[in-house]
């Protein structure tokens, strides 16, 4: 799929795209080059992304992942993609936003279609797929996604493209996510603020798993969490599609302030000792070791035993991992995590964190990383840039992808109707 933006973005490249990942700690913009000849890029299914740049800024009026106040977001959208800017040396004009927040939503139909030609085409997928989406949802509801989780033609299931079949009952079951329509108003209108045009509205989880996780560990079942700042996203994939999707309000920004009440400090120098001296285990500390409080701020610094730091995080970290785990045993998904589970997001950077969640989850537990990006090592395996490069990575993926992933466009919104996930068309 071709976006006329993509000529307008740079003078340099008419194959650039650019994923802006605003969280509730931090805002984060990718600019990424299209690969030319041979697709290597940041995609763990070898589609093509040579990462140019990156942009940071502190994330302002955004709370849970739902903004709170549009100008303080636009302001900080704005300083990281003039970071992003100077880093790539091109001027941004439009971009790819992932959403997330306590208002996600995930629900499954089934849609039929009685064919009357023989060969199923494009035609007829587009009628199952939009039956299927033919659900009633509140007037404040919007869907993001409708993403089939396979076909069935005259009762033969597990069919992952139907064109080109004889059949004359055609069925698709779709995992439909939705989210607040005014939570995404919102974040468009920031964007706007800050003269972003907005292309395309993404799931997070979505965008982190494209970067993290392999197509084999979507086919036999994976479970991606993304620890972010103000939630937790989960997202189930299994036979190479997402199967169950949900968003819980806990996130890092819950560890820094338990440390800045469990010591009185400052929610600044809170959020510097945890990523300093923090740790999710209280076993992996020695009885020695010190954390420094007030180091570099230029005041009275006061040392204390690093235990104390660890005993205040580690109840938090089983916390949260806890209520993963009753997520899971709930909607009973651990017969589809195969593959065990994959740790995205800033908050995953704590030490002992990954230890945590395998000792709680009870499931093989690894950190996600996405391999050559073109950046550093620094950029390249730190899970905080994730979402940011599988939303960059969307924009190449869509242009790639066959009629089968088309988008839609529902009140000038576009929608991918048949997800963007080349693992679920194969």
């Not at 404040?140 to 005259?154: A, C, K, L, Q, Y």
């Not at 059949?167 to 603020?193: D, F, H, P, W, Y």
């Not at 089968?404 to 997800?419: C, E, F, L, N, Y």
């Amino acid at each position: 799929m071709h976006f006329g933006f993509i000529k307008d973005l740079s003078v340099k490249s008419e194959n650039l795209h650019v994923g802006l990942d605003v969280g509730t700690s931090k805002v984060c913009v990718v600019v990424g080059e299209e690969s030319t000849g041979r697709r290597s890029g940041v995609g763990q299914d070898g589609s093509g992304l040579d990462i140019m740049g990156i942009g940071t800024a502190p994330s302002r009026g955004v709370k849970k992942g739902v903004i709170t106040n549009i100008e303080s977001t636009a302001e900080s959208i704005g300083e990281a993609v003039e970071e992003a800017e100077a880093s790539a040396g091109v001027d941004i004009k439009a971009v790819h936003i992932g959403i997330t927040g306590g208002h996600i939503g995930c629900l499954t139909s089934h849609g039929v279609l009685a064919l009357r030609e023989k060969l199923i085409s494009q035609k007829e997928v587009d009628s199952v797929i939009d039956a299927a989406r033919a659900v009633a949802l509140p007037f404040d509801r919007e869907m993001i996604h409708v993403i089939p989780s396979g076909f069935t033609v005259n009762g033969q299931n597990g069919i992952t493209d139907p064109r080109g079949m004889s059949g004359v009952r055609l069925e698709t079951n779709v995992q439909i996510i939705t989210c607040a329509t005014t939570s995404m108003q919102n974040l468009v209108r920031s964007c706007e603020k800050a003269g972003l045009a907005v292309l395309d509205v993404i799931f997070q989880p979505l965008a982190s798993a494209e970067t993290v996780i392999t197509e084999d560990e979507k086919e036999l079942g994976v479970a991606v969490i993304d620890i972010g700042g103000g939630t937790t996203d989960i997202a189930l994939f299994h036979k190479g599609t997402i199967s169950h999707a949900s968003v819980m309000t806990i996130g890092g920004d819950n560890f820094t302030n338990d440390v800045a009440v469990g010591l009185r400090i400052p929610t600044n120098e809170a959020e510097r000792l945890k990523w300093k001296s923090g740790c999710a285990m209280l076993s992996m500390v020695k009885d020695n070791e010190e954390a420094v409080i007030g180091e570099g701020g230029g005041g009275i610094t006061r040392v204390i035993p690093r235990n104390y730091l660890v005993e205040i995080l580690q109840p938090r970290a089983e916390e949260l991992f806890s209520l993963v785990k009753k997520e899971i045993v709930e909607k009973d998904l651990h017969k589809h995590m195969n593959s065990g589970v994959v740790l995205t997001g800033g908050a995953v950077l704590m030490e002992g964190m990954d230890v945590m969640a395998e000792n709680i989850l009870e499931l093989p537990v690894r950190i996600g990383t996405r391999g050559d990006t073109g950046l550093s090592d620094v950029v390249a395996d730190n899970p905080l840039y994730s979402s940011a490069i599988g939303l960059a990575l969307h924009g190449p993926e869509e242009c790639s992808e066959t009629d089968i992933g088309k988008g839609r466009r529902i009140g000038g919104m576009k929608r991918k109707v048949a997800g963007w996930f080349r693992g679920a068309f194969r």
